[in-house]
C-alpha cells in the first residue's frame, strides 16, 4: 500500500498539537483564575473564594496534567516528523523553544507542586505565590510558542545560508510582525475560554440549587470577565486579520472564499467554496462586506486566491468554514458578556432561566473556537511551512509512511481513552463541586431575594477594591 | 569560539541529560516497583512521595530535547527519524503514566486500571529510553547529514538489553528513594528489593560495558590503549566500590546512602557512555561540531541559560526541601 508520507506527517501533527491545545487554553484561564481567587481570599478573609480555589485547583491538575505530556509530544514530533525543517530552522526556532523551556516550563512545572499539593504545608502567601508563579508561567510559555509560530508565518531578520536559516536581529525575529497580533489573540481566546467553562459551571450550580455562594461567585466574574474580554477579541482579531492581509493575503482570501481579486470582495455568510471551478456555489453574501472590512471601502480591493496558481494555494474549505465557526462563537460570547451584564445590572442573573439554561452547555465554545481559529491560521498558511520560503512537503522526515501511520493510529487511541477519561473524571470533579462549605442555599427564585454579604464582597473584589 | 561553543553546550545538554535521568529515574522507578506493593494505601503512599516532584522531574527532558534541537539542529534531525519507534514508544508510555498521577485519584471503579497504567507506562518509557540510548551507541546510518537506515534499525539485541538495564536501574533509583521518603511495609519491602536491584545493576552494567568495547572498535580503542588506559582504569573500579557501599548502606538500614549511592552509580555509568563516545553525538557520523547551531544561535540561548539554569535549580532544590522529609502511610496531599 502507498501511504503518503506527508500527508500523514501532516495528519499526525494535527491530531497531537489539536488535542493539546485544548488544554493550554484552559489551564492558562484557569491558572489566573485560580491566582485569583486565592488572592481575593486573602483579602476579604471569605472562605467561599477558598474553597471555589481548591475545587478549580483539582480540575486544573488534571487539565495541566493532559496539556503537560501532549505538549512533551510536540517537542519531539518537530525532530521524529519535520526533522529537515528543524535542521533548516532550528537555528532560529529551536532557541525560541529552548527560551519557553528555561523560563515557563519550569517556572510551571515546579511550582506546580506547591500550588497542588501545598495547601497545608507553606505559609499562606507563598501558596498564593505558586499559583502566580504558575500563571505566570504559562503567560510566558504562550509567549515563546508564539513568536515561534509568527515567525515561521511571517519570517523576517534571517540569512539563507546552505538552506538553512540564520538569525540576524533576535530582537526583530521575536517581534515579527504577525506576532503581538497573535499573541495577544490567542491570550485572550485562552481567557474566554476559561470564563465560558466558569460560565457553565457556575449556571449548572444555580440551576441546581447548590453551591450558593460559590455559584454566584463563578457567574458574576465569568460574565464580567465576557464582558470585557469578548468585544476585546472582536477588535483584536480585526487587528490580525489587517495584519493577515499584509503579510500573507492569500490566507485571507482563502478565509473570505475571495478568487477574483479584481473586485471588491463580499463577506459570505454561507457558501460553498468549489475549488475546482475557482468559484463559490449556494453564496449568501452581504455585499462587499469583505472589502469594507479588510480596507474600510466598499470599492477596496485584496488579492484574490486566482493571483497565485492552484499549487500555491491554501485548501479554501477548511480554512472557510473554520473561520466562521470562530467568528460565530466570538459573537456568541459577546452575546453572552453583555446579556449577562445586564441582567446582573437588573438583578436578574440567578434566576433569568433563559439564560442560565444555554449557558450551562456552553463550556465548549471556546474550545472549538480556539481548535477553528487555529486551523484558519495553521491551513491558512499552507503549502509553506515557513511562509514563502519552505515547502511543508520539503520538511518531513524520511522515516517511512507506515511507521507514521502506525504511530498515527496509536496516538488516536491513546489519546483517545486519554481525552474521554479525562472529561469523565473532570465531569465528575464539577459534579461534586467545591468541598467543605458552610451553610446551605436559601431557595433560588423566592421573593425578595437576599442580597448576602457575600454578593457585595463579590462585587467589590470584582471592581479591584477588594 | 566555534570550537568551544559546541563542547559547552554538549556539556549543558549533558547535564541535563544526566538530571533527567536520576530525577525523572526514581519516580519512573516507582511506577516500575508498583505491581510489587501489596496493598493499595501502600501504592497511595509510594505514588505521594513523587506526586509533587514528577512534572518537574518530566521537565528535564523536554530541555534535553529541546536542547539537542537548540544546540545541534542536525543531530536532532538525524537521531529522531532514526529512532522514530522507540521515542515515539517513550513518549505515549509517558503520557499514560503522567495522566494516571491524577486520574488514578478521582477514579473509583477503574482505580486498578490506572494502577496498570502507570506502573507499564513507567517500565515502557524506561524501557524506551533504554532503547534509544542503545540504539545511539551502537551506531545510525547516516548519508549526506541525513538518516539513511531503515524503521527497525534500533532493534538489536545490544540495544534491548539496554533497554532492560535502564528499566533495573530506574528500579533501584525508585527502591532507594522509598527508602529514603517512606517508612512502615513500604520502605521494608524496598529495602529488601534494592539489596537485589544493586546487584542486578551492577551485573548489566558489567556485561555492557563489555559488550560495546567489543562490538564497537572505536569504544575498545578510546578505552584500552595507552595512554588513556592510564587514567580510565579507576573508574571501573570506583563503580563496584560506590555499589558495595549501597549494598552495604541498605544491610546497615541507613535511609540517605543507597538513594546517594544509586545516584552515583547512574552517574559513572554516564560518565563511562560520555567517556566512550565523545565527541561523536550520532556514533559513528556525526561529532558535535558537524552538528551545532549557528553560533549565533548558540550564544543567544546560551546567555539565557547561564542565567536562567541556576534560578532554575535553586526553586527545584526549594521544592525538594518544602516536601522534605518522609511521606507515611495514609498521608495524602489530595
Known amino acids: 500500500m502507498d501511504l503518503d508520507p506527508v500527508l500523514l506527517a501532516r495528519l499526525q501533527f494535527a491530531f497531537t498539537i489539536t488535542f493539546h491545545i485544548i488544554f493550554p487554553s484552559f489551564t492558562i484561564g484557569l491558572s489566573a483564575y485560580i491566582a485569583t481567587l486565592l488572592i481575593m481570599w486573602i483579602r476579604t478573609g471569605r472562605d467561599h473564594y477558598h474553597r471555589l480555589a481548591r475545587f478549580w485547583t483539582k480540575i486544573f491538575a488534571v487539565s495541566f496534567a493532559m496539556g503537560v505530556v501532549s505538549g512533551i509530544v510536540l517537542t519531539y514530533q518537530f525532530g521524529t516528523n519535520w526533522s529537515r525543517f528543524s535542521e533548516a530552522a532550528g537555528n532560529i526556532v529551536g532557541p525560541l523553544i529552548g527560551y519557553e523551556v528555561l523560563t515557563a516550563f519550569f517556572l510551571e512545572a515546579t511550582f506546580l507542586g506547591v500550588m497542588l499539593f501545598g495547601w ?192 500555491e494555494r491554501p485548501p479554501v474549505l477548511p480554512v472557510f468554514f473554520a473561520f466562521r465557526i470562530m467568528l460565530a462563537i466570538g459573537f456568541i460570547m459577546i452575546a453572552a458578556g453583555l446579556v449577562g451584564a445586564v441582567l446582573w445590572w437588573r438583578g436578574r442573573l440567578f434566576d433569568t432561566d433563559w439564560f442560565l439554561r444555554p449557558a450551562s452547555w456552553a463550556w465548549s465554545l471556546g474550545f472549538i473556537a480556539v481548535i477553528a481559529g487555529w486551523v484558519v491560521t495553521e491551513s491558512g498558511r499552507q503549502p509553506w511551512v515557513v511562509y514563502g520560503l519552505m515547502r511543508t512537503a520539503d520538511a518531513i522526515s524520511p522515516v517511512p509512511g507506515a511507521s507514521v501511520a502506525t504511530t498515527l493510529a496509536l496516538f488516536v487511541v491513546v489519546y483517545g481513552i486519554v481525552f474521554a477519561m479525562g472529561i469523565y473524571y473532570i465531569n465528575r470533579l464539577i459534579v461534586r463541586g467545591p468541598q467543605g462549605g458552610g451553610i446551605e442555599p436559601p431557595q433560588r427564585g423566592l421573593p425578595n431575594r437576599p442580597i448576602t454579604g457575600a454578593e457585595e464582597g463579590g462585587r467589590e473584589a470584582l471592581a479591584g477594591r477588594g | 569560539m566555534e570550537w568551544y561553543l559546541p563542547v559547552i553546550w554538549a556539556a549543558l545538554i549533558g547535564t541535563a541529560v544526566a538530571l533527567y535521568v536520576v530525577l525523572d529515574g526514581f519516580d519512573l522507578g516507582i511506577g516500575i516497583l508498583f505491581p510489587f506493593a501489596e496493598e493499595e494505601r501502600e501504592r497511595d503512599q509510594m505514588m505521594n512521595s513523587v506526586a509533587p516532584f514528577w512534572d518537574g522531574n518530566e521537565t528535564w527532558l523536554v530541555l534535553g530535547g529541546g536542547g539537542l534541537w537548540v544546540a545541534f539542529p542536525r543531530a536532532y534531525a538525524v537521531i529522531m527519524p532514526a529512532l522514530y519507534l522507540p521515542v515515539i514508544c517513550m513518549l505515549l508510555a509517558l503520557v499514560f503514566r503522567g495522566v494516571a498521577f491524577e486520574f488514578r485519584w478521582i477514579a473509583h471503579t477503574s482505580k486498578g486500571w490506572w494502577n496498570f497504567a502507570f506502573a507499564a507506562g513507567s517500565t515502557l518509557a524506561a524501557f524506551s529510553q533504554g532503547v534509544i540510548l542503545g540504539g545511539l551507541i551502537q551506531g545510525i546510518a547516516v548519508e ?50 534494592a539489596e537485589f536491584l544493586v546487584l542486578a545493576v551492577v551485573a548489566l ?38 555499589a558495595f557501599a549501597g549494598w552495604h548502606w541498605l544491610r546497615r538500614g541507613d535511609d540517605h546512602g543507597p538513594f546517594i549511592a544509586a545516584i552515583m552509580l547512574f552517574l559513572l555509568g554516564y560518565a563511562g557512555l560520555v567517556i566512550s563516545n565523545f565527541p561523536y553525538l550520532v556514533p559513528p557520523a556525526l561529532t558535535v561540531w558537524d552538528t551545532a547551531a549557528a553560533p549565533a544561535s548558540q550564544i543567544f540561548l546560551l546567555v539565557g541559560t547561564l542565567v536562567l539554569l541556576p534560578i532554575i535549580i535553586g526553586y527545584f532544590v526549594f521544592v525538594f526541601w518544602i516536601f522534605r522529609g518522609k511521606v507515611r502511610e495514609g498521608e495524602g496531599y489530595h
Open chain 2, 144 to 193: 549526506d547529514g541525513q538518516f539513511a537506515g531503515g524503521a527497525f534499525d534500533w532493534a538489536t539485541p545490544f540495544a534491548l538489553l539496554c533497554g532492560v538495564g535502564v528499566v533495573v536501574g530506574y528500579a533501584l533509583l525508585g527502591a532507594t528513594w522509598l527508602v529514603l521518603k517512606t517508612d512502615g511495609t513500604v520502605a521494608q519491602r524496598s529495602r529488601r528489593q
Open chain 1, 120 to 311: 497545608n504545608r507553606v505559609p499562606r502567601w507563598l501558596h498564593v505565590f505558586a499559583a502566580i508563579a504558575v500563571a505566570t508561567g504559562s503567560v510566558i510559555s504562550a509567549f515563546w510558542i508564539l513568536a515561534a509560530n509568527s515567525w515561521i508565518q511571517t519570517p523576517v531578520a534571517y540569512e539563507m545560508r546552505d538552506g538553512t536559516f540564520h538569525p540576524l536581529d533576535w530582537f526583530r525575529i521575536i517581534f515579527n510582525p504577525s506576532f503581538p497580533y497573535r499573541f495577544a489573540h490567542m491570550l485572550n481566546a485562552a481567557y474566554l475560554t476559561t470564563a465560558m467553562v466558569v460560565l457553565a459551571v457556575g449556571a449548572r450550580y444555580v440551576l441546581a440549587d447548590r453551591h450558593y455562594e460559590e455559584a454566584r461567585t463563578m457567574l458574576r466574574m465569568a460574565v464580567l470577565m465576557l464582558a470585557i474580554a469578548a468585544p476585546l477579541q472582536l477588535f483584536i482579531g480585526d487587528q490580525h486579520g489587517l495584519n493577515t492581509l499584509q503579510h500573507q493575503p492569500l490566507k485571507i482570501a482563502a478565509m473570505e472564499a475571495h478568487w477574483d481579486g479584481s473586485k471588491p470582495g463580499d463577506f459570505h455568510i454561507f457558501a460553498w467554496p468549489d475549488e475546482a471551478n475557482e468559484r463559490n456555489r449556494f453564496e449568501i453574501s452581504i455585499p462587499r462586506g469583505a472589502s469594507i472590512v479588510l480596507t474600510h471601502d466598499p470599492n477596496g480591493l485584496f488579492p484574490g486566491l486566482t493571483s497565485v496558481p492552484p499549487s
Open chain 2, 205 to 242: 552494567m558489567a556485561v555492557v560495558s563489555l559488550w560495546t568495547p567489543l562490538a564497537v572498535e572505536r569504544v575498545a580503542t578510546r578505552w584500552f590503549t595507552l595512554p588513556n588506559i592510564l587514567f580510565l582504569w579507576p573508574v571501573p573500579l570506583v563503580t563496584a566500590f560506590v
